[in-house]
């Protein structure tokens, strides 16, 4: 057989081999050594080396080579231009050396040796009309005129190589995607309950802002004083989620919902066998809040025993279950919640001291409603929209009379009370306004609500009248036109009843 014939078929098997291996994994790096080895026991080459380009530094490094120690490989770094692997990558254009011991641009930055008996093929690798690379390869002892067909067949391997490596970028680029989407969900996350977004921009609430920001750069307990309704579970949340461990669990726990052996079973888990029908341990809130926070809602209704065990977990940073012969360590972050005084219990004997110090190192209070007045407009603006969306109403605003009433009113039941009497004034109101009679009758009275005193119907009448104008002068911005035509009457009519209730038009222009 004719020596070219026999040249093609070696050429056609070492093709062969190459896809072969290519198919075998996606992962670059995983075929990337096998690939070398073949071209270099197959073509009679040494130092079979893959470089490329990164964008982002402008340099060229060694990504894979054969025979080169790790030290050699970081050696070989050039810049665009640099010798002769910088010139293909600038031109993307192939070279041949015949000899690297007779040509000064070849710079041996590898060390590798300057042998006048070794020639240096190096093509460029191109993927998408860009040169990101190149590919090379010594040849001892050459032949000089089977070097062009042994650079021929290096070009032809190296845009194999090239469709791997687009391969592994695609693959790159989509765990880059994925890495960036996931931290954005996570900012998402701490930005849904950052404090800016509990309601409220009262001095008090100002005060309770800073607290967070601070209790959440450290690892210690925190303890939420506050009222029924005030929003102690909100300002957990935010100090978790502002925390080093918002990657991990938030579990929540109400101390007050459960009798004392399951509270405990709840809380500290069951070893398998402790209770007669227990056949498998069970982990407890404790455990599940590992590298998280665990949230203790109303910790002042926790029984002498439980108490103890709570002590436990925050001196030692240890859980034991029921029935468990050893404690087991675990990394967790408590933040307590109660609506009670603490310091009033311990004095009474109905709370431990050593517990009540443990976590009383931060305390954070949370100020009622009532203190707040500023905020209740702002809450109430945020419900509407929120309950709106809800069931499909489009309620554009509060009536100067319901704001009235809101201010008025003293909230003992907080921004949940105000929370729930928005849910039920956006569902019983028919219109895009909502007026104090669609709140309970609780909130309801004449002094609240600027109503007339029962017995005089022309005030009372008077004074609806006068509200319903003033609604409508209010979102025509004191545009009297505007304003007819939304109650379906005249600007002539109007501008008497304006005068006749003594309406100060001017201030509805501002």
């Known amino acids: 057989m004719p020596d070219r014939e026999q040249s093609k078929i070696q050429e056609l098997e070492l093709l062969y081999k190459i896809s072969s291996i290519l198919n075998q994994s996606l992962d670059f790096e995983n075929v990337a050594h096998p690939i070398l080895e073949v071209v270099e026991s197959t073509m009679g080459v040494e130092h079979a080396t ?21 030290r050699q490989a970081r050696k070989g770094r050039y810049k665009v231009g640099e010798g002769i692997t910088g010139r293909v990558v600038e ?20 060390g590798r040796g300057k042998d006048e008996n070794k020639a240096f093929l190096c093509v460029p690798v191109i993927m998408e009309h860009q040169v990101i690379g190149a590919f090379s390869a010594d040849v001892k002892d050459p032949v000089e005129d089977e070097l062009p067909e042994k650079l021929r067949l290096l070009e032809i ?10 391969l592994r970028r695609e693959a790159r ?8 989407e996931n931290e954005r969900l996570t900012l998402e996350l701490k930005d849904r309950f950052k404090p800016d977004n509990i309601i409220g921009r009262s001095s008090e609430m100002l005060r309770v802002y800073d607290q967070i920001d601070q209790v959440s750069r ?42 004392e052996s399951v509270l405990d079973r709840e809380l500290f888990g069951i ?4 209770l007669v029908g227990v056949v498998s341990e069970t982990p407890g809130r404790v455990e599940q809040a590992v590298d998280g926070t665990l949230f203790l809602d109303e910790v002042g209704e926790l029984s002498p025993n439980l108490q103890v065990k709570l002590l436990r977990l925050l001196q030692q940073g240890e859980v034991e279950r029921i029935g468990a012969r050893i404690a087991k360590k675990v990394n967790v972050r408590v933040i307590a919640a109660t609506t009670k005084n603490l310091q009033q219990m311990v004095e009474e004997g109905n709370f431990r001291e050593d517990l009540y110090y443990q976590l009383h190192i931060f305390p954070i209070y949370v100020p009622p409603l009532r203190n707040r007045k500023t905020d209740i407009v702002l809450l109430a603006d945020h419900f509407v929209e929120h309950y709106c969306r809800l069931v499909g109403k489009n309620v554009r605003r509060l009536a100067r009379t319901t704001i009235n009433m809101l201010m008025s009113y003293p909230w003992p039941g907080n921004v949940r009370e105000l929370e729930n009497g928005i849910e ?46 003033c609604d409508a002068l209010k979102s025509s911005k004191g545009k009297v036109a505007a304003a007819a035509r939304s109650l379906s009457t005249t600007p002539r009519i109007l501008t008497y009843k304006i005068k006749q209730l003594d309406i100060d038009l001017a201030a509805f222009g501002k």
């Open 50 to 70: 893959l470089t490329l380009y990164n964008r982002h530094t402008g340099e060229i490094s060694i990504e894979i080579a054969e025979g080169l120690s790790s």
């Open 91 to 110: 031109t993307g254009k192939p070279v041949i050396i015949p000899s690297v011991g007779k040509d000064p641009d070849f710079l041996d930055r590898t």
């Open 157 to 166: 391997i190296a845009q194999m190589l090239a469709a791997a490596l687009k």
């Open 173 to 180: 680029e989509e765990t880059e995607i994925l890495k960036a």
């Open 218 to 259: 450290s690892p210690l307990p925190a303890l939420i004083v506050g009222e029924v309704g005030t929003g102690k579970g909100l300002v957990a949340e935010a100090i978790h989620y502002r925390s080093d461990r918002s990657m991990g669990p938030f579990v929540r726990v109400h101390c007050a919902s459960m009798p």
């Open 271 to 274: 070893e398998r066998g402790a």
């Open 424 to 469: 039920r004034a956006v569902l019983v109101a028919d219109e895009d306004v909502i007026y104090p009679h669609h709140f309970p009758t609780t909130l309801q009275t004449a002094e609240t609500s600027d109503t007339p005193v029962s017995g005089n119907l022309k005030r009372m009448v008077e004074a609806y009248e006068k509200d319903i104008i």
